[in-house]
C-alpha cells in the first residue's frame, strides 16, 4: 500500500474523520490504527542543548509539549494558529511559531526556547537587556516571542538597519502596542543605540 499522503487521500481522511467523530466510533478506530506504522510515542528532544526524553501524541504541538510535558511556560499560546508569534522558538536557528509545528517533525533538530537563551549563570542575554532597558515589555505576553525573534534577527545579522529589524520582528503582535520600544531594544542590544 502507497503510504504517500496525496490531496484526494488527505479530503478523504477529513470526510472520514468527520464521519467517524459523529458516530462515535472515533475512540475505537483510534486506538485500532495505532499498530504498524504509527509514530513512536516516547521521543527524545534536543530542547536548549538537552536531552529531553517526553512522550508525545502523534498530532500534539511542540509549543504543548513545551509547556505541558516539559514545563517550560515561557513559551507563550496565544491565539494558537500561528499568528501572534507568541510562542516563538528557535529550530536550527531559524524563528518557528511553535504552535505550528508538531513534535515529531523536530525530534532531529535543535531547538531553543526562551528559557535556553540567558546564559547558565542566569545572565540575561543582550536583547533580554536591551528589552529591560528600552522598557520594551508592557504587559509581557509577546515578550518571548520577541526576544526569540530578535536573537534570530542579531544571530544572522549583528548590525540590522530600523528596517531589517521592523521586518523581523513583523511576525510578532504586540497587544500593546510597544513595537517602537522592541524595535529601540534590538538596536541597543545591537550596539547601535546606547
Known amino acids: ?26 475512540f475505537y478506530l483510534a486506538n485500532a490504527q495505532q499498530g504498524a506504522g504509527s509514530a513512536e510515542r516516547l521521543i527524545t528532544l534536543n530542547i536548549n542543548g538537552r536531552a529531553r526524553p517526553v512522550d508525545v501524541l502523534p498530532s500534539e504541538t511542540l509549543a504543548y509539549t513545551l509547556r505541558y510535558k516539559l514545563d517550560m511556560t515561557g513559551t507563550k499560546i496565544g491565539c494558537n494558529r500561528g499568528e501572534c508569534g507568541a510562542c516563538t522558538v528557535l529550530i536550527d536557528g531559524v524563528p518557528n511559531y511553535s504552535c ?10 535543535a531547538v531553543i526556547s526562551i ?3 540567558k546564559a547558565a549563570d542566569g545572565t540575561l542575554h543582550a536583547v533580554q537587556q536591551a528589552f529591560v532597558a528600552e522598557n520594551s515589555p508592557q504587559c ?3 515578550t518571548p516571542g520577541q526576544v ?3 536573537v534570530a534577527l542579531l544571530n544572522n545579522n549583528p548590525r540590522p538597519s530600523r528596517q531589517e529589524v521592523r ?5 510578532n503582535l504586540c497587544r500593546c502596542g510597544a513595537y517602537e520600544h522592541y524595535i529601540n531594544g534590538v538596536l541597543r542590544a545591537s550596539g547601535q543605540l546606547a
Open 100 to 109: 505550528s509545528v508538531l513534535t515529531h517533525n523536530v525530534k532531529d533538530k
Open 1 to 26: 500500500m502507497n503510504s504517500k499522503l496525496t490531496r484526494r487521500r488527505f479530503i478523504k481522511g477529513v470526510i472520514f474523520s468527520g464521519a467517524v467523530a459523529t458516530t462515535g466510533t472515533g
Open 167 to 171: 521586518q523581523a520582528l513583523s511576525g
Open 140 to 142: 509581557g505576553f509577546c
Open 115 to 117: 528559557e535556553g537563551v
Open 148 to 150: 526569540m525573534s530578535a
